[in-house]
């Protein structure tokens, strides 16, 4: 029985590991989540700006000051994009670090949840085996009084 309770004890430690996983795989999938958005965001502020300087070149004179300005808030965009990009491959390495941190916990307590039942299910079977020895020795006493 000692080796039940330490296996409950690591399961129930198990149980809480689990449980911290999940809170990280939570906080990582709203992190890639956010990541994600933020890229979106960033794509579309890229658009504009080269729709904007498609705009400023397609369309009579040029101020060229407006046309740079515009360039360079493209350029800034596109950096910020690169940035987004990463942060968000960084988000997606962590949520696929934690779904693996989970799935190994989750068997790793199942794991232990057979081996618990197992154990007890070899006690119940031992105490069979005992309770059937102890009535075959009462049956044979009985038949050697009797005979």
Request: with cysteine; hydrophobic share 40%.
């Amino acid at each position: 029985m000692a080796t039940d309770r330490a296996l409950e004890v690591l399961k129930a430690r198990a149980g809480l590991e689990l449980g911290d996983a999940a809170r990280a795989f939570a906080d990582a999938a709203r992190l890639h989540a956010d990541r994600g958005e933020s890229a979106r965001r960033i794509e579309q502020a890229c658009s504009a700006s080269r729709a904007e300087l498609q705009r400023l070149a397609g369309g009579g004179p040029i101020n060229l000051a407006t046309y740079d300005l515009v360039r360079r808030i493209g350029q800034a965009d596109r950096q910020r994009l690169r940035d987004a990009r990463a942060e968000l491959s960084d988000a997606e390495a962590s949520l696929e670090r934690a779904r693996l941190d989970v799935a190994r916990l989750r068997l790793q307590e199942r794991g232990l949840g057979q081996a618990i039942d197992r154990l007890r299910r070899a006690a119940r079977d031992e105490d069979e085996a005992r309770a059937q020895a102890t009535l075959d020795d009462l049956w044979l006493q009985q038949t050697w009084r009797l005979g």
